[in-house]
């Protein structure tokens, strides 16, 4: 259990790192002009250093992808519900990602506001309808097995 603990610790760091770079680059290609963006323009006005800026916003995502890969262990949980698996991941996942994401991105307006929170709510809804639908097909066939099993015996 904590080999696997600290294996998420490094694979959600290292994936939380590589997709902070991946969106600095889509940035980038939008509205650099050509230059690579290493930080949110905003968040390097709050910190007033870029260097400094630059680590806080790695580690932030950093440990979004921690806390991501950390909270996988809930689907572990046997005895609870897929709802309550989702809803525990959703709430503490959110608890992070949100209060990071606008801290670095700073959305200036009440549209920049909703649309942070939609790309964190529909990945959500869409994986549980996804996670939903498998998991009843699933059930569904063990029930078929199982009443199978009990005719022949």
């Known amino acids: 259990m904590k080999k696997d603990i600290l294996q998420r610790i ?8 590589v997709i902070c770079q991946i969106v600095m680059i889509i940035i980038s290609l939008g509205i650099g002009g050509g230059k690579f963006i290493a930080v949110s323009p905003n968040f390097e006005k709050l910190i007033n250093h870029e260097v400094l800026a630059f680590i806080l916003q790695n580690l932030g995502f950093a440990l979004i992808g921690i806390t991501f ?13 897929m709802l309550r698996q989702y809803l ?19 959305p200036e307006t009440f549209w920049n506001v909703l649309i942070l929170l939609f790309n964190f709510t529909l990945p959500y809804f869409i994986t549980w309808s996804v996670q939903y639908k498998v998991s009843k097909r699933d059930i569904e066939q063990i029930n078929a097995l199982i009443k199978i099993n009990k005719r022949t015996d």
């Open 10 to 17: 490094v694979i959600g760091g290292i994936s939380g790192l």
């Open 69 to 81: 890969a950390l909270c996988g262990l809930l689907f572990e949980i046997a005895k609870w519900s």
């Open 88 to 106: 525990t991941h959703f709430c503490i996942t959110s608890f992070i990602w949100i209060p990071i994401v606008f801290t670095i991105w700073t």
